[in-house]
């Protein structure tokens, strides 16, 4: 079962939302532009549901207009505001300099200053609000700058840690000041009382999916009296203000949820979530030692946390949870693509170890007890499962070493090789950026280091990694190393560079090319690069020389099970990591199937043994999402495993009820 932590983003729809927008479909499907009873019927429906976001959010006089969400509602907001101080501009009063929006606002507030200012020809200062570490914006810079600001944005409670602004100290900070006041009430909207009539908000825009209606239906608040000019212009829908034939259904959608937030039975009351909150807090620090919280949750919505793992990428986190399907995020559902530290937190000023291992877990007020009972629980498994495989930063149990592992950052390639019988290890090309993740993994398998080893002449992650792990150097000299039954040797290419070769089944070969290696390599040897950009992962001589492969194919759920059923013998392999294996699922596939782990940073291990099976042997890889069971198969095709498929979408796209968590489905 699914846990969904990723309210803030966006929420299921709420039953009766999704009943009511079907009854809107199918029985008030009418234009509400139209004199008829069936189009009277619709205009009653709009008239209802405004009068009840109109109570519900205090609007008082204030005009509220149906549109597509948030983003539509702060454009529209902001040309308004904009369009305005032209005109004053244009009448002598040159006062207004500034377009202030606060520094932690969601991008799509900076971006649309950006946009209209230019368009406009107003030359206006685009300048942020700059917030303290707990999140909140400077009032005293605030109230500094007011008396030139045309234009101030600032939001109600931030999208990604949750903090509550000080909309009143806002507020008077602004007094004096003739600029207009925009505030983002996306988060805040079924969370807090935001009494948009007792203040002097000019707009404010929601957004419906944050909280249990449809995507694409959203309000803009308008305070009587401010300055309003239409974004879309055409038949005179809303008044003449937003033009465009209503979403009857996502309208009808938004009232449902409006009625459940006023009947105060469908949602849970700020006591409870607080109480939830916590308990999911309780079971973050069990889990993760160290752990951080990136804002002070008694200044935060009582139904987010953001929260750091010193010593933990966010990406890792991110992964486990995921594998637990644990729906979390590392923050703004916009930005989570770009994989970059997030300008939240660095706003905040933050450090990196923070920054960098961010993560956003949020839930909606429709939460159960259950849920967060569940929640909880895989949150602790999560924790036992990172050390379980010595990925976290303290508490690691004993790890069995052998084979070869690939570490990747940024396309540079690290290789730990190890032998369990000999309990020996060798470091090939360590990066200064790894040192610490090395030397984890290292003090988790206990074996001593006899060699680190460069293939070119830069040492920089060599020293790093011995002076991490001192206790366990026995490093020696000479050319060769001996591994168990497995010997390393040193080839050496002059100018400083060396290839190692394990047998002549493995040669790491540094940014050597293939040509120069000669007689040294077979042509089935594994050429294991230390620059890998395009995550190749290995090739060989022969594979070099034939050149680029064609792309392997995937496979859907049905062409996979029809493949397996002309194929009995066919092999699957799981390239997930072992933390993701031990949490996630498999797909349910006949018992007969042989299913393999065998994850990507390993694959080195399995290459020999699948390149040697009939070259009719169907063998398919899966992972997550798709991309790392295309990167190994599209590996097998190039070094002449042409029946190597991928499983597209992967598990991610798998149907949920053909899942299967049994460890006795690997073999």
């Not at 509220?64 to 983003?71: I, N, V």
């Not at 559902?333 to 960098?356: D, H, I, N, W």
């Not at 984890?440 to 280091?449: A, V």
């Amino acid at each position: 079962m699914e846990i969904y932590l990723d309210a803030n983003a966006t929420t299921p729809v709420l039953d009766a939302a999704r009943a009511a927008a079907l009854s809107a479909m199918a029985e008030d499907f009418g234009n509400p532009s139209s004199i008829h009873s069936t189009g009277l019927k619709a205009r009653a429906l709009i008239d209802r549901v405004r009068s009840q976001a109109s109570r519900l959010l205090g609007a008082g006089n204030g005009r509220l207009l149906f549109l597509s969400g948030a983003t539509e509602g702060i454009q529209t907001a902001v040309l308004s505001a904009l369009r305005a101080l032209r005109e004053r501009r244009a009448a002598g009063d040159a006062s207004a300099e500034l377009l202030l929006y606060g520094a932690t606002e969601h991008k799509a507030v900076p971006e649309a200053l950006k946009h209209w200012n230019e368009l406009l020809g107003l030359g206006l200062q685009v300048e942020a609000i700059p917030v303290g570490r707990d999140g909140r914006h400077d009032l005293a810079w605030l109230k500094e700058h007011a008396p030139r600001a045309g234009l101030v944005c600032t939001m109600a409670a931030n999208n990604e840690t949750g903090v509550i602004s000080d909309l009143d100290g806002i507020e008077a900070a602004l007094a004096g000041s003739t600029c207009f006041w925009l505030v983002d009430g996306v988060q805040a909207l079924g969370k807090l009382p935001l009494r948009l009539a007792e203040r002097r908000i000019d707009y404010a825009p929601f957004s419906g999916h944050k909280l249990y209606a449809p995507k694409g239906i959203g309000l803009l608040y308008v305070r009587e009296g401010a300055p309003f000019t239409p974004l879309m212009a055409g038949g005179g829908q809303e008044g003449a203000l937003r033009s465009g034939t209503e979403n009857m259904s996502g309208i009808a959608a938004l009232g449902a949820v409006l009625e459940a937030l006023e009947d105060g039975k469908s949602f849970r009351d700020h006591a409870t979530l607080a109480t939830f909150r916590n308990r999911l807090a309780a079971a973050l620090q069990q889990a993760f030692p160290g752990l951080v919280f990136n804002a002070p949750l008694e200044q935060t919505l009582p139904t987010t946390l953001n929260f750091s793992v010193p010593g933990l990428a966010s990406r890792l986190l991110l992964d486990l949870f995921d594998a637990a399907e644990l729906r979390v995020s590392g923050g703004s559902a916009c930005s989570a693509a770009k994989a970059q530290p997030s300008y939240v937190l660095q706003a905040m000023g933050l450090p990196e170890s923070q920054t960098a291992s961010a993560v956003r877990l949020s839930f909606g007020p429709a939460a159960e007890e259950a849920f967060i009972n569940e929640a909880c629980e895989r949150i602790r498994v999560c924790g036992d499962t990172l050390r379980e495989n010595c990925l976290a930063p303290s508490g690691n149990q004993a790890l069995i070493g052998d084979g070869i592992t690939r570490f990747l950052m940024d396309g540079e390639c690290c290789w730990l090789v190890a032998d369990a019988g000999s309990r020996r290890c060798v470091v090939i090309d360590p990066q200064p950026a790894l040192a610490d993740r090395l030397a984890q993994q290292l003090r988790c398998q206990g074996y001593p280091l006899v060699a680190v080893l460069q293939t070119g002449s830069q040492d920089e992650g060599a020293q790093a990694l011995r002076a991490a792990i001192p206790e366990l150097l026995a490093e020696e000299g000479g050319d060769a190393w001996a591994l168990g039954q497995q010997t390393l040797r040193r080839l050496a290419l002059g100018d400083g560079r060396s290839v190692f070769l394990l047998d002549q089944r493995v040669a790491f070969i540094g940014r050597a090319s293939p040509a120069e290696l000669g007689t040294a390599v077979l042509p089935a040897t594994l050429l294991a690069p230390a620059c890998d950009p395009d995550n190749r992962v290995a090739s060989t001589p022969t594979a070099a020389l034939a050149g680029a492969a064609g792309p392997a194919p995937s496979l859907g759920p049905d062409a996979l099970h029809a493949l397996l059923r002309e194929h009995p013998d066919a092999l699957v392999i799981d390239v997930r990591e072992p933390f993701e294996q031990r949490l996630g699922q498999a797909p349910a596939l006949d018992p007969a199937v042989a299913i393999e782990a065998m994850p990507i940073s390993r694959l080195l291990n399995a290459l020999p043994a699948w390149l040697a099976m009939p070259a009719e042997r169907p063998i398919v890889f899966f992972c997550r999402s798709g991309n790392r069971s295309q990167i190994a198969a599209q590996l097998l095709v190039r070094l002449g495993h042409e029946r190597a498929y991928s499983l597209a979408g992967g598990l991610a796209l798998w149907p949920q009820r053909e899942a299967a968590a049994d460890p006795a489905l690997y073999v």
